[in-house]
């Protein structure tokens, strides 16, 4: 459905301009990711939304750039309370005006957060869905709402992994904000879900956006679970390599959680457990440890999912084989999401399967889970690139093998499957795409069970072309056929395969198939030894990085933030790349909003300028970081709030700048334009001796204005 546009008189090329200076502005970067920007832009002109976009893939921009550009408030429903905390620290971090209402938080924050939202000062407000719905009869004709966006919207769908109660009553929404525009993000979603979420919300004319799925940075691994010491040596080889960065082990079991975090800390490494069993200030706790820094590695069941927004996450290993694929992709999905190489694990073992099919069979919708454990069975035991198989899950075609994950790297004996695989494909299409695997298996083999005689399929052409293939190799075929998207399976229509795409493409042409043999799983080798390099003197660029980390480590303390919002890991790496040497410099690197380059560059260049003498960044009088703020459009009220400074501070400095001629006439008059400097003028003419002109006139004016007017009128020769 769209709604009322805020930019009808304005072209999408316009609203690109202006996005993309309020993503340099606030957020300190250059270009938009694929996507990001057709997202912008549609929710800018009113239209409802779904958005499917890979954890790590910049979801959260495509409604926090509208939110800043559209006039009155946007709405964010979250379904963690440390989740919203997270990314309201993120925005505040780069002088977004964010805030969240949650239980944490005592009643005197809420209030003050109440107060601010009907003071018009607050741009983005978190909030959890039953809070919404109890506050919103209330605000809907006090606030000005522009914009409602859905995060983890996978939640309201009953074919989510992650399904929650809560979330379906945000059907009432379209009824309560009938001309606001509302859009649903979620990183991992199949078509089921994608399709029930915009039925809930009653999204009846929405545009759907689907990004790539793909995260090359990631590596995916998967092995048979070995026994307990070699899987902590595995464990330990990882926190090993990565001694400064986070990882999480995702367990299966609370239980497993406590064993996994008790034997690393008994070897040495700072582990924490976290399930949902646990107190709710040791999970807060144990949450705060690891967003700063203070732990290496979580052992975590599930719960520790979507509340996770660190960006320096190098590492994920999955204990246990997780119960679909979905949320096994959201999991991986932790690591890595600055864009720097990250690595995964998955061990799995028959007593997981066991224990989840368990858990799929006494589930409510027990036919579903089931099928998607058995996906995820197949991924563990495939013998093609995973990559390959989990873009396919989410309907996305990679025609090459990534070359990042352990079957790429020992591929297994691959052969030309072209004529099985059209043999299938040409049964498949012959039946009308009315049966799945075990039945197609059979219509190749020429199968003669009563079911299959009976709905025709021993008269079609394909029937028994494969019987010379056994069927265990038929089953293999298939299996790969389906992990490389050739076929997709109808979960919602009995598990019935069609044929995609791509599949119709090979069925009608000669290119060959290339397929792994069906002749035993290599095991990956994970905890390589390397060989030990001798030292060297560090270099220049390495002292660099040591002195960006430690002013990073002091900040966030100073702060009380987590470090990864101070400056990131990518950030950190182009400063010693770049190696600024002035504010305007160093705001060019990508990750430095205009709020960090004013605050942090004083105390980055200093610590630079003691790595080497030859390199000696400028570190600009305070006037001139107001300068800096100003001639990149930002208010004087804007510039003190920034800065944490009072606004006639800010004054002040564009008043010395004006004396010293580094204003220009109409950066002057953009402070205080012609007229209003004459009225000035003319009422401080007026007065009579012994009359003081801020008693009497200042309440007209913002503070510290007059104190600008003057300087300029003396400077001017209008006043002596």
Known sequence: MAHTSRFEDITDRQLGERAHAMLRRFF??????????????????????????????????????????????????????????????????????????????????????????????????????????????????????????????????????????????????????????????TATADRLTRDDIARQLRLDDHATFITSFDRPNLSLNVMPAPKGARRFEIISTMIDRHPHDVGIVYCLSRKTTETVAAELVRRGYRAAPYHAALPPQQRLDTQNAFREGRLQVVAATVAFGMGIDKSNIRWVIHYNMPSCIESY??????????????????????????????????????????????RMEQYAEAKICRRRMLLSYFGETLDHDCGNCDVCLSPPQRYDASTPVRMALSAMVRVGEQVGASMLTDILRGSARADLRAHGFDRIKTY??????????????????????????????????????????????????MLARNDGYDNYRAGRKTTPQPRVKPDVSTLMLAALVDVREKLSAKEGTASYLVLSDPTIRAIVEKKPLTMAAFAMIEGISERKAALYWGPVAKALSKVSPAFKPVVEHSRYTSLFLFRRGTSPADIARIRGIQIQTVYSHLADLAVACELTHSEIDSVVDPTTLARIVAQYKSLGPGEKMYELYASQYPDGLLTFAFAVARMRGLIG
Not at 360 to 373: I, P
Not at 488 to 497: E, F, P, R
């Open 329 to 374: 992709y959201q999991e991986i999905g932790r690591a890595g999401r600055d864009g720097m190489p990250s690595q995964t694990i998955m061990f799995y073992s028959v007593q997981d399967l066991i224990s989840l099919r368990h858990f799929a069979e006494e589930s409510g919708q027990a036919g579903v889970n089931l099928e998607k454990l058995k």
């Open 464 to 513: 028994g072309v494969g019987r010379d293939i056994p069927a265990s190799d038929w089953h293999h075929i298939i299996l790969q056929m389906i992990q490389l998207g050739i076929v997709d399976i109808a979960y919602d229509d009995g598990n019935k395969l069609r044929v995609t795409d791509y599949g119709r493409r090979i069925l009608y042409s000669t290119e060959p198939v």
């Open 28 to 185: 300190g970067y250059s270009s938009f990711r694929p996507g990001q920007l057709d997202i912008i832009i549609t929710l800018l002109r009113g239209r409802d939304t779904v958005v499917l976009m890979p954890t790590g893939g910049g979801k959260s921009i495509t409604f926090q750039i509208p939110a800043l550009m559209l006039p009155g408030l946007t709405i964010v429903v979250s379904p963690l309370l440390s989740l919203m905390r997270d990314q309201v620290e993120a925005l505040t971090a780069n002088g977004i005006p964010a805030a969240t209402l949650n239980s944490l938080q005592s009643d005197d924050e809420n209030r003050a957060v109440a107060d601010a939202l009907t003071a018009g000062h607050i741009k983005l407000l978190y909030i959890s869905p039953e809070r919404l719905l109890a506050d919103l009869p209330r605000w809907n004709s006090s606030l000005d709402i522009s914009l409602v966006a859905i995060d983890e919207a996978h939640c309201i769908s009953h074919w989510g992994h992650d399904f929650r109660p809560d979330y379906t009553r945000l059907s009432e929404l379209r009824s309560a904000l009938p001309t606001v525009p509302i859009v649903a993000l």
